[in-house]
């Protein structure tokens, strides 16, 4: 009776069955695997909250990520050096500098300039305090007086900006020889060290490096750096942490969290399931990881960007705010732009899917009922589909606009000048507003209809012939047998070439961007013409996003709508 009650609590938990063919070295790798996912994992999320979500109490931190990339960037160098957590604040005040080799001397002295902020360079005797071409990292402040050690009293001194942000950034000197430099400087935070370090190009190492003092009673010691050669040296400000490894955390936070979180799941089913199941799994990953990085995250990073001021043309921090850019779409200047650009989608969208539905119709209809000596004017009409529309829109360039159209004017293409040997005048396609969206349109019709006719071809050699039989000797004719007969039973045909061609005509950009650009004026501005505008055009990406999640939500809801009232009204019986 126990051995009984043994059997039957072992059905009722599968997975200690389970664990029974599970080796000894599968769930040591499997803890293995639980110990790095976790480890990675949590990498992965600080650098999200970091860079992407900017979590207020890691902002220091990302502040001087996005302040070291900047200068780097504009200094052409990689991202170097370290940094602290006290803010924009941190770095030193420096006073006065002086070197000296056996051949020559120099000295910068804070005194020399004039008070203001935003500096870029500033020079002394052979000395100099570079900025950067775009970075503006210096400024001259009044402080109160401080006594130097030389005899000196100085009651100003240059702020440099950010605590090892980038290596290139502080003094920098260019000696002939061995010598020293001296440097009178303090921490700018009260309280805090400031550790200073000097730096050899040539050999791209560290020097020598000290703690700069904090500012005391009013005097200052010198920091006296070394050095025993020739070359060009920098003089920078140095923190404890290092930037390009935090750099590369929030660049690559999602790939990271997601790496941690696949060996963390990969890890916890390796001690739950047996090997044979693991084959299985690992075959699927790597589409799932594959459709995560490239699909659903795209989406919610697009949803986070619309709630911050992001520009393609800055490196620095976003900052987030709010529904600022949605206002703008719905209530201020965006809002007549979004209603027109809507308009034009939706003209463009009626007219492509009436031309696919019913042209496609009527030319399945004709094919179908033509032997096949006729094939090759079926695969005629259909391959225009896959030629690519970049190159189609060209073609369609020439044919109703083109200079170099041979007899053709500035506004007539091929077509017109076709049309003007019979006396007609045709339309300024591409150039009127009226009739710059028909244009594409002539475009569109060409490479829709053979596709949608293959569809619908294919349809309707699958319908049976008893039911046009039936109806024949009921004294149905043609028309008849179409509209009760083949109509009906391309219903769902028809809604899957609806919804394919609503979506795509929605989307429709590639045609409008080498045809037209939007223009003339905004008369094919579409949706997608004009989210591309805005991001790449007037970098404005934000509000490019904005726009974007308001089309994701029109699309989906229309998708669903369409789909739910399939689900009534089209018959899928044969």
């Known amino acids: 009776m126990k051995r009984k009650e043994t059997n039957y609590s072992r059905e009722l938990n599968p997975l200690s069955n389970r664990a029974r063919f599970i080796s000894p070295r599968q769930k040591a790798v499997g803890r293995v695997l639980i110990i790095l996912g976790v480890l990675i994992t949590l990498v992965g999320l600080f650098g999200w909250l970091a860079g992407d979500l900017q979590l207020k109490p890691l902002q220091p931190l990302a502040d001087q990520v996005y302040r070291a990339r900047e200068i780097a960037q504009s200094a052409g160098v990689p991202i170097s050096g370290t940094l602290d957590l006290h803010g924009e604040d941190s770095g030193v005040h420096l006073y006065y500098a002086e070197y000296q080799t056996q051949e020559q001397s120099g000295v910068l002295n804070a005194e020399d300039f004039e008070i203001g902020s935003g500096r870029k360079t500033l020079k002394g005797e052979g000395i100099q305090l570079p900025g950067t071409k775009d970075y503006?990292?210096?400024?001259?402040?009044?402080?109160?007086?401080?006594?130097?050690?030389?005899?000196?009293?100085?009651?100003?001194?240059?702020?440099?900006?950010?605590?090892?942000?980038?290596?290139?950034?502080?003094?920098?000197?260019?000696?002939?020889?061995?010598?020293?430099?001296?440097?009178?400087?303090?921490?700018?935070?009260?309280?805090?060290?400031?550790?200073?370090?000097?730096?050899?190009?040539?050999?791209?190492?560290?020097?020598?490096?000290v703690k700069a003092p904090v500012m005391g009673e009013g005097k200052l010691a010198p920091i006296v750096f070394t050095f025993d050669k020739a070359d060009t040296y920098f003089l920078t400000t140095e923190g404890s942490l290092p930037i390009a490894p935090l750099s590369f955390i929030m660049n690559g936070a999602i790939i990271i969290l997601i790496i941690g979180l696949t060996l963390l799941f990969n890890g916890i089913m390796l001690l739950i399931q047996k090997w044979e199941d693991m084959k299985d799994l690992f075959c699927v990953e790597p589409a799932l990881i594959f459709f995560l990085l490239f699909v659903y995250y795209p989406v919610i990073d697009m949803v986070r960007i619309s709630f911050t001021d992001m520009s393609i043309l800055t490196t620095g921090r976003q900052q987030f705010v709010g529904l600022a850019n949605y206002n703008w779409l719905f209530n201020q200047s965006g809002a007549k732009y979004f209603w027109e650009s809507l308009r034009v989608t939706a003209t463009y969208m009626f007219w492509e899917v009436t031309i696919t539905l019913v042209g496609g119709m009527l030319l399945a209809l004709l094919f179908n009922r033509l032997s096949r000596?006729?094939?090759?004017?079926?695969?005629?009409?259909?391959?225009?589909?896959?030629?690519?529309?970049?190159?189609?829109?060209?073609?369609?360039m020439w044919i109703l606009y083109s200079p170099a159209a041979a007899g053709a004017s500035?506004?007539?293409?091929?077509?017109?000048?076709?049309?003007?040997?019979?006396?007609?005048q045709g339309p300024r396609w591409l150039i009127d507003a009226d009739t710059a969206l028909t244009g594409v349109l002539?475009?569109?019709?060409?490479?829709?209809?053979?596709?949608?006719?293959?569809?619908?071809?294919?349809?309707?050699?699958?319908?049976?012939?008893?039911?046009?039989?039936?109806?024949?000797?009921?004294?149905?004719?043609?028309?008849?047998?179409?509209?009760?007969?083949?109509?009906?039973?391309?219903?769902?045909?028809?809604?899957?070439?609806?919804?394919?061609?609503?979506?795509?005509?929605?989307?429709?950009?590639?045609?409008?961007?080498?045809?037209?650009?939007?223009?003339?004026?905004?008369?094919?501005?579409?949706?997608?013409?004009?989210?591309?505008?805005?991001?790449?055009?007037?970098?404005?990406?934000?509000?490019?996003?904005?726009?974007?999640?308001?089309?994701?939500?029109?699309?989906?809801?229309c998708t669903v709508a369409t789909m739910k009232y399939s689900r009534k009204s089209v018959n899928y019986d044969a």
């Open 136 to 209: 503006e990292n210096l400024v001259v402040e009044e402080t109160s007086p401080v006594q130097l050690e030389n005899g000196l009293t100085m009651s100003r001194s240059v702020k440099l900006k950010g605590a090892g942000t980038a290596r290139y950034q502080s003094l920098k000197l260019t000696s002939d020889g061995a010598g020293t430099l001296t440097v009178y400087a303090s921490s700018s935070l009260v309280g805090k060290d400031c550790r200073m370090a000097l730096y050899s190009v040539r050999a791209g190492q560290k020097v020598a490096e």
């Open 373 to 396: 000596a006729f094939n090759f004017m079926r695969a005629a009409v259909f391959v225009p589909k896959y030629i690519a529309v970049s190159t189609s829109a060209v073609v369609f």
């Open 410 to 424: 500035q506004t007539e293409g091929i077509l017109n000048y076709a049309l003007s040997l019979f006396g007609i």
């Open 442 to 557: 002539v475009l569109t019709s060409w490479r829709v209809v053979g596709y949608a006719m293959m569809i619908y071809l294919s349809a309707m050699q699958g319908i049976p012939q008893d039911y046009y039989e039936a109806a024949r000797i009921d004294g149905a004719d043609g028309v008849h047998q179409f509209r009760y007969i083949t109509v009906p039973l391309l219903a769902p045909t028809t809604l899957f070439l609806f919804v394919t061609t609503f979506i795509a005509s929605m989307k429709v950009f590639q045609s409008i961007d080498v045809m037209t650009g939007g223009g003339p004026g905004r008369a094919t501005n579409v949706m997608v013409q004009w989210i591309y505008n805005l991001t790449f055009k007037d970098f404005r990406t934000a509000r490019g996003a904005a726009v974007s999640v308001i089309f994701f939500v029109i699309l989906l809801v």
